[in-house]
């Protein structure tokens, strides 16, 4: 026993070992062991426990039982206990304990503010989304019959550290029931609300859909909140259901209060920001913090034009798609996540966003080499190539004819207007119309009528039972009660319209009123079915040009392709309609091959006979589409370059601020609460500054590239909690305040220093590899 030690248990994990009992240790894994698994667990989701134990027992040339991945797991849990106890410890010692801490703080370039900088259209920039691969079983009893029998969990009160996830109780106050009780007496605020034809088409946030509930799973998936660098921001469980508008909700309200304004990106980010306005509680936070719901890069195109990123000043060159990618990398996490308990999913899931934020997010955010999205100097450069495609847009207005760029903003709003009176009915209904549809129906009525009054009830005879006979006449009175009925209501109708046309002798088929009104009436049911065909096949058109764009990723061009095919299937409704009432204006039926071998609005001869002509718009012509897109890139590219200057020095100030704070840090923890904890303190500083040096190096290469307008040099931030404005000793900084051309790593001494400290380390991880089947072979023996 070490002294100080009261129980065998601390004893041992004081020697290096974790016991699988705190009373009976008769088992122990070593720590090194543990720290291992770990460590490859995190880079390899797909290694469980299970197999890690079979592989140790592979080695030891041992038969494996199920009760030693048992003993592991508990000594796991054990450890990161441990491990999260001491990490809780690190930030009380550094006040970095209060609640949101980690949230206010996730990302530096979004959230490390600086005095004097540009105030961003949009300061902040996330997307969020539900993937239900994490999804994981409820343990229930069996049963004879189809229903799954009674739940066989057992209670479980340990609760996952840290701040990332939301509690269901949380996510439940948003729910739809405390919706309904929130909404007794409101009004909503008075608020534009654009149409842009996706309201009745997106199904996922309707209730009676996505209330189903999956009786075999207890937690059907995540919902996950990302900032546009990658860094997780929030996540909830989805339980017992699929995406609800509880969990967008929650996350929306959380991350308003703590960030503030921001803009968001949804896959159906159109219909869900209508929701929000409608919220009696969350549409006034949201409209006082500016709030933005936007698409991602694929929607219908008239709800393209209102929410796309790319038409939406402030959001620069974000395609909003990151959850997409984080999801790619996650579902590896099902195999060890599936038939968990509801902690140990948790906190499998809790450990691997901790290890994506600090050793994939953050060591990305500067290296173009890695395959990731949120890479500033990827992003930077990118907006480099946009912005320089400048004089061909201006060589391009010149040979079309357009004075100023101010026009294409002009052109988006005719388009938009175009394919919104196409979506919606046009007020093209006049009084003279509705009275000769009313004159055809009562004539319809009138000779339906005549035939039912004129059908005599027949008499009972001998051969048929009573109850027939009373049914049959029974039938016959209903009907004529019926049409009887419907005459006098249409009547009526038609006498309102005599007198509010001032008509003194009714219209007859013949006169010249009549077939001057039947006239107007059968051209505007041909405009009709012709104006819907036009607005589905305008935003196909427009929609393949998306997908055939150069740099689009192999699965948003599936994704695309997919909601195609959809939209095709309503073409082909669109297209018979039209064909029914073609024959009215003599015009001739459309095939379904002459459709889709339509490649641009030029090429659709019909569009000619709409309510508007818009082939000799500029925007419809394929010369002039390619310009305004190109201009609205390049505003994107102009907002991004601005963004990213920011973002850079954010960055390099976050870097300095945050060695000189844990430099200080460490010394005050070391005098005033011992060189335990001060050694803690020194890990978590050298975990976060591991990727320092390469972050300068990559920012000081950017520095020199041709175009860039940025500063290399550090600000000053806004939140002075690094700036030493706190009860810790001044210490040097470990990078001066001088251009990043002038910086070097560290000071000689302490550069030595610190290589030797890593050169130890490395040889302490080969000996840690080396060394575990040995560790576990000795302490089966003992």
């Known amino acids: 026993m070490v002294a100080g030690d009261e129980f065998i248990a601390s004893g041992l994990v004081s020697r290096g070992f974790f016991p699988c009992s705190s009373k009976d240790a008769q088992v122990v894994i070593?720590?090194?062991?543990?720290?291992?698994?770990?460590?490859?667990?995190?880079?390899?989701?797909?290694?469980?426990?299970?197999?890690?134990?079979?592989?140790?027992?592979?080695?030891h040339g041992v038969l494996f039982r199920p009760y030693l991945a048992t003993q592991f797991s508990v000594s796991f849990d054990i450890y990161l206990d441990c491990l999260a106890r001491v990490k809780q410890k690190v930030h009380v010692a550094l006040g970095r304990d209060t609640p949101d801490w980690r949230l206010g703080n996730a990302c530096p370039a979004c959230l490390y503010k600086l005095e004097g900088e540009e105030v961003l259209e949009i300061p902040v920039l996330t997307t969020m989304d539900s993937n239900n691969s994490l999804k994981r079983f409820e343990r229930r009893e069996r049963t004879a019959g189809i229903a799954p029998g009674p739940s066989q969990e057992q209670e479980d009160e340990r609760k996952v550290p840290g701040d990332y996830y939301l509690s269901r109780e949380e996510v439940d106050r948003w729910g739809k029931d405390q919706l309904d009780e929130l909404m007794k007496?409101?009004?909503?605020?008075?608020?534009?609300?654009?149409?842009?034809?996706?309201?009745?088409?997106?199904?996922?946030?309707?209730?009676?859909?996505?209330?189903?509930?999956w009786a075999m799973y207890e937690e059907t998936g995540i919902f996950l909140s990302l900032c546009c660098h990658g860094f997780v921001l929030l996540v909830a469980d989805m339980v017992c259901s699929g995406e609800l508008a509880k969990y967008g909700f929650v996350v929306v309200n959380h991350l308003i209060k703590v960030i503030g304004e921001l803009g968001d990106g949804y896959d159906i980010g159109c219909e869900f920001g209508k929701m929000i306005n409608k919220h009696p509680v969350l549409g006034p936070l949201a409209r006082a913090n500016k709030f933005r719901s936007l698409v991602g890069a694929f929607h219908g195109h008239l709800c393209q034009l209102c929410n796309l990123a790319t038409y939406v000043r402030g959001v620069s060159l974000e395609d909003l798609e990151y959850c997409k990618t984080f999801f790619s990398k996650s579902n590896v996490l099902a195999a060890s996540t599936r038939h968990a308990t509801h902690f140990h999913r948790q906190q499998t899931i809790v450990n691997y966003l901790e290890h994506s934020d600090t050793f994939e997010a953050y060591a990305s955010l500067c290296n173009p080499q890695l395959p990731y999205s949120a890479l500033l100097v990827r992003k930077y450069k990118r907006a480099l190539e946009v912005k320089a495609t400048e004089p061909a847009l201006e060589e391009t207005m010149r040979q079309l004819n357009i004075q100023s760029k101010d026009e294409f903003a002009g052109w988006l709003a005719a388009e938009k207007a175009a394919l919104t009176n196409r979506m919606w009915r046009p007020p093209s209904e006049t009084l003279a119309m509705e009275y000769y549809q009313k004159l055809v129906n009562l004539a319809e009525l009138k000779e339906q009528m005549d035939i039912i009054l004129r059908t005599e009830i027949p008499p009972e005879t001998g051969n048929e039972a009573y109850g027939v006979v009373a049914a049959r006449t029974r039938h016959i009175k209903r009907q004529r009660r019926h049409i009887i009925a419907r005459y006098d209501k249409t009547f009526l109708a038609v006498q309102d319209l005599e007198n509010r046309l001032d008509i003194s002798v009714p219209w007859v088929?013949?006169?010249?009123?009549?077939?001057?009104?039947?006239?107007?009436?059968?051209k505007r049911r041909y405009q009709r079915a012709l104006d819907k065909l036009q607005a589905l096949v305008i935003s196909r058109m427009f929609e393949l040009t998306k997908m055939n764009m150069s740099g689009m990723g192999y699965k948003l061009r599936k994704h695309i392709a997919k909601a195609l095919q959809a939209r095709s299937r309503a073409i082909k409704v669109a297209l018979q309609n039209y064909n029914d009432v073609a024959p009215m204006m003599d015009a001739d039926p459309l095939s379904w091959e002459e459709v889709v071998e339509y490649t641009f609005l030029s090429q659709f001869d019909i569009l000619r006979d709409g309510c508007d002509d818009i082939r000799m718009y500029p925007w419809a012509k394929p010369s002039g589409r390619i310009a305004m897109d190109q201009y609205f890139k390049i505003e994107r590219a102009n907002e991004e370059i601005i963004r990213l200057n920011i973002e850079v020095r954010r960055v390099i100030t976050h870097i300095h601020d945050e060695a000189a704070f844990l430099r200080r840090a460490e010394v005050a923890v070391r005098e005033?609460?011992?060189?335990?904890?001060?050694?803690?303190?020194?890990?978590?500083?050298?975990?976060?500054?591991?990727?320092?040096?390469?972050?300068?190096?990559?920012f000081n290469a950017l520095g020199k590239v041709r175009g860039f307008t940025g500063t290399l040099f550090p600000g000053i931030a806004v939140n002075k909690e690094r700036l030493g404005e706190v009860s810790l000793p001044e210490m040097p900084l470990a990078f001066p305040r001088a251009p990043l051309d002038a910086v070097v790593a560290l000071e000689d001494g302490e550069a030595e220093e610190e290589e030797d400290e890593q050169d130890e380390q490395d040889l302490m991880d080969q000996f840690t590899v080396l060394t575990i089947a040995q560790d576990l072979e000795g302490d089966r023996e003992e």
Request: net charge positive; hydrophobic share 35%; with cysteine.
């Open 185 to 213: 007496g409101f009004v909503p605020d008075a608020y534009d609300e654009e149409k842009d034809g996706c309201s009745d088409r997106w199904q996922n946030m309707k209730e009676s859909v996505t209330g189903k509930v």
């Open 509 to 522: 088929p013949g006169n010249e009123q009549y077939e001057a009104a039947r006239v107007n009436v059968v």
């Open 672 to 698: 005033k609460q011992g060189k335990v904890l001060a050694h803690q303190v020194f890990k978590y500083r050298m975990l976060r500054g591991r990727f320092a040096d390469e972050h300068l190096q990559r």
């Open 30 to 59: 070593t720590t090194r062991t543990l720290e291992f698994f770990r460590a490859a667990h995190l880079r390899a989701p797909r290694l469980t426990i299970q197999s890690f134990t079979r592989t140790l027992c592979d080695l």
